[in-house]
């Protein structure tokens, strides 16, 4: 017969073992969840945004098929390889999204080429993505807002600048053109700021519903504006009327205290006290010192003008979070040069057809013979594939204007690593 023992109940007073070790156990996972989840949190950081404002060259007018030329230099072809793949389709940067308002319209989606000033243009916004997004290693969202012809002065003129005031010589030349000088105060105060307050209204938008631009978007950890571009000056600088001493010592000074203002209500409006703002210095044409003879009537200008565009960075307030990038630096001399050759040469065909009085295709076989006289065939490639636009735009350059946006994305991370 087998012998059996009866189990005797616990005492329940006394937890039992596999009790105990239920406990520590249980303790121990919720620990371990609490800390892992502490750690996710801690991890996550705010989306950065920043904001690129300005004029038509800040939305860009390069167009696409100037790309190869940026290969064509090996001082420049690193650059080609983080916009396209090898077979020439371009890339999408999956950490980066930008919303872009101009003249078109409105257009959002991850970065890649088409948002310029067309989808088949770029602007600085390219490499600016690219380029600060490798340094930064995170995700971040570009809201750009830009639209051709408009001016600091007037149409992005912020409300701590005041009211615009005619200049006197303004004021005598409307009255000899017989011009109801009322009407045209009006319609200046009208058009004043609209294109800041515009401005203002498109990021405000777009950060109320972040998650409509960005899918991923953490609203738990939320945003952070963290860096303004502002490329603009063209309608400035050869504004005569409105800058009368232009090209003389204080001439631009208007400006300088325009732009001081900008940055002041920016930050203002924004409720971002020292927000890093980046100057981009008009440099269309590049350094003055090696302008061509042609273009050496501009030189006491555009040099004024760089300078009242820099100098809001020396202000006190300023100090440490105020740069100035000078696009000129950017800019491809060899284009210059071939242009003008490429000018003579077509002075040389209008010449010969006002003699012979050719037929059009007489003409144009003409006009080729000078070319290849003229030219290597590897200067009329980069003539070709290089330039797609007028000097002021950088001559619709995406070597130049990639090299930009690289120069605004690297002068930013100094900033956010001070």
């Not at 991923?216 to 860096?227: Q, V």
């Not at 057809?353 to 009329?380: C, G, H």
Request: glycine share 8%.
């Amino acid at each position: 017969m087998i012998e059996t023992k009866a189990f005797a109940p616990h005492d329940q007073s006394t937890p039992h073992p596999d009790m105990k070790l239920h406990h520590r156990i249980s303790t121990l996972a919720c620990f371990l969840l609490i800390s892992l989840g502490s750690s996710i949190a801690a991890d996550r950081k705010p989306l950065k945004v920043f904001l690129l404002v300005g004029q038509s060259n800040m939305q860009g007018h390069a167009h696409v098929r100037t790309l190869e030329h940026i290969g064509m230099d090996p001082k420049t072809a690193p650059l080609l390889r983080e916009i396209q793949h090898d077979n020439g389709k371009a890339r999408t940067c999956d950490q980066v999204w930008i919303s872009y308002l101009s003249s078109g319209g409105e257009k959002q989606g991850q970065l890649t080429t088409g948002f310029g000033a067309d989808q088949n243009k770029i602007g600085p916004e390219l490499t600016f993505g690219i380029y600060l997004q490798k340094r930064l290693q995170e995700p971040i969202l570009i809201i750009k807002t830009a639209w051709g012809g408009k001016s600091l002065h007037t149409d992005f003129r912020s409300p701590s600048a005041g009211a615009y005031e005619f200049t006197q010589s303004q004021l005598e030349r409307f009255k000899q053109q017989g011009k109801d000088v009322e009407a045209l105060k009006a319609a200046k105060v009208k058009a004043t700021g609209h294109y800041y307050r515009l401005m203002l209204g498109h990021v405000q938008k777009v950060l109320a519903k972040i998650e409509d631009v960005c899918p991923d978007y953490d609203s738990d950890a939320g945003h952070e504006l963290a860096g303004f571009v502002w490329f603009q000056g063209w309608n400035d600088m050869v504004d005569s009327g409105v800058y009368p001493k232009r090209g003389e010592k204080g001439g631009y000074d208007r400006y300088s205290e325009a732009l001081a203002h900008f940055i002041r209500d920016v930050r203002t409006d924004l409720s971002a006290p020292i927000l890093p703002f980046i100057i981009g210095v008009m440099g269309a044409g590049g350094p003055v010192e090696k302008y061509l003879p042609g273009q050496r009537r501009y030189a006491g200008i555009h040099s004024s003008f760089r300078q009242a565009m820099a100098a809001p960075v020396r202000l006190p307030e300023f100090k440490g979070n105020v740069t100035a990038v000078y696009t000129e630096e950017c800019w491809d001399h060899q284009l210059t040069l071939l242009r003008g050759r490429e000018a003579k040469v077509k002075q040389q065909a209008k010449k010969i057809q006002t003699e012979r009085k050719l037929s059009r295709n007489e003409q144009r076989a003409a006009l080729e013979k000078l070319r290849a006289e003229e030219f290597t065939q590897r200067e009329l490639e980069i003539l070709q594939k290089g330039v797609s636009n007028a000097e002021y735009h950088y001559l619709g350059s995406a070597k130049i204007m990639a090299q930009i946006g690289k120069g605004f994305a690297e002068a930013m991370s100094k900033i956010l690593a001070k």
